[in-house]
């Protein structure tokens, strides 16, 4: 639901252009749909991000001593907000280089929030529980979208031509965790399937 | 309470309180958050052999004649918060076998500093097992697959508690997550009196700064080697050389569900050095230890440990008076279930080889257990366990006390666990 709440206003913001739907499919090399995998398109002209999808609303909840979602995909310029909702303290940073942040301690109930202004990956951490793992990908394009556990995303009102299709996953065995095509999208877009190699990790246990 | 706060102790404070004195205001003494408790009470039936903790070479925590009810252990974690990067952790347990009931299993200060790039530090300073078991990753150095550690971890909680400062840095090169831990204690001289003249064992009892573990009865090895120069309960916490050990630690996380560890331990103990019927024991051990999830809600744990200690004086033939070399491993498997509860099998080998003296004192054993474990949580605050144990060992030094060298003991046991 998370994921088509973009594309919703992306389909209100995007009336002018020729525009169709694109729907993407990923899948392991084993043939498993990839959750957590972020699809964009950006046209090769560019596209202007609207303000209205600039201010979504974006969380990053902790619960559970885990970060939910694992991966959330907002646009440049967003904010994101961070909401407690454990009984315990978090200490949430993250040292990548597109948004080096640290929240410091704050407990039930509190939020905090960041706004990131340049395109590329955080991961997240928390200080006080090492097992808690997350990512925020920043995305410079108002046509993108995250699967969810059956794999398939459709990307609303994509505009009539060229540019490029990327899939992201913080797992991806790939360079920059990211795989690329380039296409030509028209009035109708045949369904596009991908299929990458996604390495499990380790889970620690997380406890208060 | 610990009598004595140990220098280390006061050192820490003084170095992490300075390092981090802008972060103060995050201090935080006394809150829920800050304070875990719980008690641990048990149905058990165990057939065999006299238990070790009543004099015995039983290899369980309950031995032969303990069946019935019993309240396992009662403790109360404290973790209160320094400043934003500053932790302290006290354990403070009552376990109502052991000859000091009530004791302070782990008590230090951690500075851990917010990561500022991939290179990643901390510092603790203070009382703790160094990190060996993988199966301990419960509050309050619990296990959390099964209700009895393998023989590894047991041994690991009995004897190996030490008192000093350990650094961890982490890193990663590619996708390769790296960490060496290093620490330098004080204490923890006598480590193997147990594993010698006892042997390896399957229980869930710690040691606290202040333990005594009680050797086997009987005019045998020790007793009769030594007399009254060995006391017949053994203090993990002794320091009776007045050197320090040591132990480092490498850790690799492949990008895999797998993890690699490796860890040599060396408590550089005067093997000659004998004080309050406490000798010094030179022990010296490997380890290497092994995590893999191969599916989602599958564990699969192991661990491998060889050492060697010795003590007392230098033979004709070259060996130390008591010299022995041990090894012990185990492999095991959790599966994870939607509803929170977990079933686990274990297996387990040891052995021990003794390199001197067998005619008067024959520490050598060899055996085998196999555990299986079912752990489910009823509600928030109450986790239900029951686990049988079943081990097989031969040790020559039962003859001492008139048993078959050869024993079987199965430990069947029902755990509640309230916690808050």
Redesign the interface.
Known sequence: MKALFPSLIVLLAAPAAQAADLSVAINDTAGKPVSFAVVTWTPKAGAAIPASLKSAAYVMTQKNVQFTPFVLAVPVGATVSFPNQDRVNHHVYSFSPAMPFQLPLYGKGQTRTVTFTKPGTDALGCNIHDSMSAYIHIVNTPYFATTGPDGKIILKGVPDGAGALKVWHPLMDAPDHEVARAMTAGKTNAPQAFSVKVRARLTQNGSY | MIRNPHPWLALAAALTGSAASP?LA?T?LFS??TV?AWVDVRLTATDGERGWLDGGFGKTRYGGNDDGAHLAQAVMVWQP?LA??VTAYVIGQYVPESDEPFGIEEAFVKW?P?????LRYSVRAGQFFPPVSLEH???GWTT?RTVTPSAINSWIGEEVLVQGLEGNLQTQVA?HGLALTLGGFTKNDTSATILTWRGWALHDISASESTGLPLPDGPQGWSNTLGANQSAHSRPLAEVDGRLGYYVRLDW?P?????VDAEFYDNQGDPQVLRNGQWGWATRFYNLGV?W?PA?DWEVLGQYMTGQSNMGWRMSNGFWAFDVKYDSAYLLATRKFGDGSQLTGRIDYFAVKDLSWRKKDDNTERGHAATVAWIRPLTGHLDLAAEVLHVNSYRPARAIQGLDPRQAQTQVQIALKAHL
Not at chain 2, 114 to 118: C, E, G, I, L, R
Not at chain 2, 255 to 259: C, D, I, K, R
């Open positions: 972060g995050q935080e829920p958050e875990k918060r934003d990067t851990k917010v990561p500022k790039s991939a990753d419960g509050a959390t996708e996380r990008p895999a569900p797998l993890a995590t999830q989602q």
